[in-house]
Structure formats: structure tokens, C-alpha cells
């Protein structure tokens, strides 16, 4: 609240704004402004008349306020409460995970889940910041998924942003902030992000191939796409590999850290344990073209660019794959191809499993599936055509009577 005064011509000029702010929403408030002047120089006289003003504006402007805080808080309003509070959920978790608690154990979303909903939710949702949170219906969220599907997302990125929109929407009841609603407007739409579309894969030719192929035109990446098939490891395993993690005389890579590219930090693998992958003939003649023996321990292994380090690693493959007219695939598709291949090739799972740092044998199965090897020699007994004419039935006649 203000109070301009000064003395004119005789008469005391006056100017008051006053400004009401919702106690809901932040956003939310009402300005007032009143000018005049008063006949009355008298000080005292002049202070109670500028009071009584002051005091019309700010029931005036409080009034205001609360016929909008009627509608509820702002939906960009909300999110960004929300936003605050699992930010701080997601950085409590990350150092608990950090201070040796294990992943599975520790409740909490985790940073890099948390920055994907406030993705989905700022990307998808953008329309919906200035309306009122609580009137956001059904109807609208069933928009959403049907303009998403008309532009083209997958089910898994509907799935998400319905889980982003809906923990927000949880986050708002369970603070108070919505008023009349006990349950998020998302409920009752059933998005799977299963889906039915076999995914992206490339056989052994087509590996060898692309290898082969970056190999000859002197590919900045060929060295790290020849690694990631050989090796079965995670982007950010590969991009923090140092001299002393390999053993040429015992031919054994050890996997121990990861560099995240989101944190832009050195961590501990996925699974908090590390792992041992046996260096083939290729990865050793690789190593040795890379000149890992003269290394020193702490020195990078694999060459890093700007794209690498800014996770733009599958843009590059897609655009290499599409130069040669093959299948496009994305960097992580190389470690799908190297387990794969290799249970197609008689590797037992658990093998692959443990080389691979899969946490459980569930995770295995979409290779597994990927593979086929459940399903080989499954139609045989049905082969009909190596086998021989059938016997022609003989058909006995009845003896014909003289």
C-alpha cells in the first residue's frame, strides 16, 4: 500500500494504490488505484480521509481476490509448487543414493524420472497455465492424448505425461490447493505404453556392415560403435572408460562408473555393483589401434566429442545409418544388438545377464524375445514337404454275386 499527498492551489492532491495478493496462488492478485483531492489541508483531518480511502481500495481489491480464488489456484500456479517440491524429493533421493543406499531401497523419484515429468507436463500443458487447475476436466485431458497421437507420440510418451499430469494433480489434493476434487482428471484413461510395434534391431550383417562401412570412411565414432557392439555397454560406461579399466594380458574389461549426462557427474553404475566383459579378438585389435597399452591408467579410452557429451549420440547413428541405406537405429540399440547376438549364438542368459549389469532376469526378457532362441525349432514337427507320397487307400469291394 501507498500514499501520495502534496498541497496544491490550497487542496491536498492525493494518490493511493493499494494491491491484495491471493494467499492460493502467487500469481493471483488485484491492484487498486484511487486519485483526488481533498479541500482539507488540516494534517490530522487529511490523514483519517486518506485512511478511510485506503481502506474502501483494500476491502475492494481483497473482495476480488476472493471471488477468483472461488475458481481455485491457477494450473501454472500449481505446477510450479509442484515442480519445487519434487525437485527437492528428486535431490534427497540422488543423495541418498549417493551416501550408499541402494537404488531399489530408497523411496523417492529419482532426478533424471523428475526431470522427464516436468518435461512432459511444461511441454504438454502449456495451454492449460492459465486456467484454473480444479476446472481442467476429463475432457480436456482427452484432448490432449488425441492431439499427442495426432502429432505422432508414442504410447510410452502418452504414458508418461499421464503419470506426470496425474502426480501433479495428487500433489495439488493432497496440499489443499484444490478444492471439490478428490481424484486427478486423468483417471480412468488406460494408456499402456506397451506397444505392439517390434522394435528397432539389426542383424549381423547389418552390424557388420555398418562397422565395416564407418571403418572405411574414417568416422570420427567408428571406434566407439565398434566398442559398444563388442562390449554390450551403457553410453555413459563407454564415455568414461579409462586405460586402467582394461586388462590386455588377461583380455578383461572392467565396468565400475558411468559419466551422467543429465548431472553432468561421475557415478557409480546403474546397479551400484560392478561387472567384468571378456575382450574379444576384435575389441583387443580395436584397443590396440587406440594405442591403450601405452596409455596412462587415468587416460580416456574412447575419443569424446561435443555430441557425445551432449547425449546426442543416437542423432549421429540415425544419420549415419540413413547416409548407407540401412535400418536406423539409436546408440542404445548397439547394446541391444550385443545381447541379442549373443544368445542367438548358444551364450546362456545368465551369462549375458551378468556381463550385460541387467538387475534380474525380467529385463532379459525382451531380449530374449529379441533373439527368438524360445521359439527355434518350434514348427518343425510340422514339415510336411520332404516327406514322401501317401500310400493310396485301398477300397474293398463287396464280392459281386454270380
Known amino acids: 500500500m501507498a500514499i501520495k499527498q502534496w498541497v496544491q492551489d490550497g487542496k491536498t492532491h492525493y494518490q ?8 492460493l ?19 490530522e483531518t487529511v490523514r483519517k480521509k486518506l485512511n478511510r480511502i485506503e481502506l474502501r481500495l483494500a476491502e475492494d481489491a481483497r473482495r476480488e481476490v476472493m471471488e477468483r480464488e472461488g475458481a481455485g489456484i491457477l494450473w501454472s500456479e500449481l505446477v510450479k509448487r509442484w515442480i519445487e517440491a519434487l525437485t527437492k524429493e528428486a535431490e534427497q533421493t540422488t543423495q541418498a543414493i549417493r551416501d550408499g543406499q541402494k537404488p531399489g531401497v530408497v523411496k523417492g523419484v529419482k532426478l533424471n524420472t523428475a526431470r522427464g515429468y516436468i518435461q512432459s507436463v511444461n511441454d504438454f500443458t502449456e495451454h492449460w497455465m492459465k486456467r484454473p487447475a480444479q476446472e481442467i476436466s476429463p475432457a480436456d485431458v482427452e484432448d490432449l492424448f488425441r492431439d499427442m497421437t495426432r ?7 502418452q504414458y508418461n505425461a499421464k503419470v506426470a499430469i496425474s502426480r501433479c494433480f495428487r500433489f495439488g489434493i493432497l496440499k489443499r490447493l484444490l478444492k471439490g476434487i478428490s481424484h486427478s ?16 534391431i539389426l542383424n549381423h550383417e547389418q552390424v557388420a556392415f555398418l562397422l565395416s562401412e564407418a571403418r572405411e570412411r574414417k568416422h570420427f565414432w567408428s571406434p566407439i560403435w565398434e566398442f559398444f557392439y563388442h562390449s554390450g555397454a551403457r553410453s555413459g560406461e ?14 578383461s574389461l572392467i565396468l565400475e562408473r558411468k559419466y551422467n549426462f543429465a548431472t553432468k557427474m561421475v557415478e557409480p553404475l ?5 561387472r567384468e566383459v571378456p575382450i574379444n579378438d576384435d575389441m583387443f585389435a580395436l584397443f590396440m589401434e587406440l594405442g591403450v597399452s601405452s596409455m596412462k591408467p587415468d587416460d580416456y579410452v574412447l575419443p569424446r566429442d561435443t ?8 542423432r549421429v547413428l540415425r544419420a549415419f545409418c540413413e547416409e548407407i541405406g540401412i535400418t536406423s537405429i539409436c546408440f542404445h540399440t548397439l547394446r541391444a544388438c550385443w545381447a541379442t547376438h549373443l544368445l542367438r549364438n548358444g551364450v546362456d542368459r545368465v551369462t549375458v ?32 514337404r520332404k516327406r514322401g507320397r501317401p500310400a493310396r487307400g485301398l477300397k474293398l469291394l463287396e464280392p459281386v454275386q454270380a
Open 270 to 274: 546403474k546397479d551400484k555393483e560392478w
Open 25 to 43: 496462488d502467487n500469481s493471483l492478485r488485484k491492484q487498486k488505484r484511487e486519485s483526488g483531492c481533498l479541500e482539507d489541508v488540516d494534517p
Open 16 to 23: 493511493i494504490d493499494v494491491c491484495a495478493y491471493s494467499r
Open 185 to 200: 482428471p486423468t483417471f480412468g484413461f488406460g494408456i499402456s505404453r506397451k506397444q505392439s510395434k517390434r522394435p528397432e
Open 238 to 251: 563407454g564415455y568414461e572408460l579409462r586405460a586402467k579399466d582394461i586388462d590386455l594380458t588377461e583380455r
Open 307 to 314: 555430441d557425445w557429451k551432449h547425449n546426442q549420440g543416437a
Open 151 to 157: 502429432m505422432g507420440y508414442s504410447a510410452c510418451r
Open 353 to 384: 545377464q551378468k556381463m550385460g549389469g541387467w538387475s534380474d532376469l525380467e529385463t532379459m526378457e525382451r531380449y530374449i524375445r529379441l533373439a527368438g532362441i524360445e521359439l527355434v525349432g518350434a514348427t518343425d514337427s510340422l514339415s510336411i
